[in-house]
């Protein structure tokens, strides 16, 4: 079978397009002894409401209709935000010479996240930034999470 994330991915794609929207992520979570099933849309002019609503309704539909989730779990459908998490190939591809901050599970020189330009992902997930101190490249194990940094 498999798993929640791509099931859901895969019934939400069509929806998402037949209301101008692109799927940027799915993910499927406990937090505070529930479960979570996000879908996070996306689009060039940006996502509104009605965007999520839309997808919202018939999504839950077709997930009561396709019954693949065991127990009982909260549907949220979003946007991704501008401070977006960025997890698949394609995500780091199009955030390329952007400004990101890399959080780390333990410190570096003393710091738990690096803020730079996003240079290179490699495959195995090392993510190299120009920072200010020059270019760094942090191994794929030691990050926690990739955003896209926004500036006030």
């Known amino acids: 079978m498999a798993k929640v994330t791509e099931l859901t991915e895969a019934l939400a794609a069509p929806i998402a397009a037949e209301n101008g929207c692109d799927i940027w992520d799915v993910e499927y979570v406990k937090e505070a002894g529930s479960w979570y099933l996000r879908v996070y849309l996306?689009?060039?002019?940006?996502?509104?409401?009605?965007?999520?609503?839309?997808?919202?309704?018939?999504?839950?539909?077709?997930?009561?209709?396709?019954?693949?989730?065991?127990?009982?779990?909260?549907?949220?459908?979003?946007?991704?935000?501008?401070?977006?998490?960025?997890?698949?190939?394609?995500?780091?591809?199009?955030?390329?010479?952007?400004?990101?901050?890399?959080?780390?599970?333990?410190?570096?020189?003393?710091?738990k996240s690096l803020v730079g330009e996003l240079v290179e992902r490699e495959d195995g997930g090392a993510v190299t930034l120009r920072a200010a101190g020059g270019p760094v490249t942090i191994p794929g194990e030691d990050i926690a999470q990739v955003r896209v940094y926004i500036t006030l």
Do not use: N, Q, W
Request: with cysteine; aromatic share 6%; charged share 35%.
């Open 42 to 111: 996306d689009r060039p002019e940006g996502v509104t409401i009605d965007h999520c609503e839309a997808v919202s309704r018939a999504l839950s539909d077709k997930l009561d209709e396709v019954d693949p989730i065991e127990g009982s779990y909260i549907l949220e459908v979003s946007s991704p935000g501008a401070d977006r998490v960025l997890r698949k190939p394609e995500h780091f591809a199009r955030f390329l010479g952007e400004k990101v901050e890399v959080r780390l599970y333990r410190p570096r020189d003393g710091a």
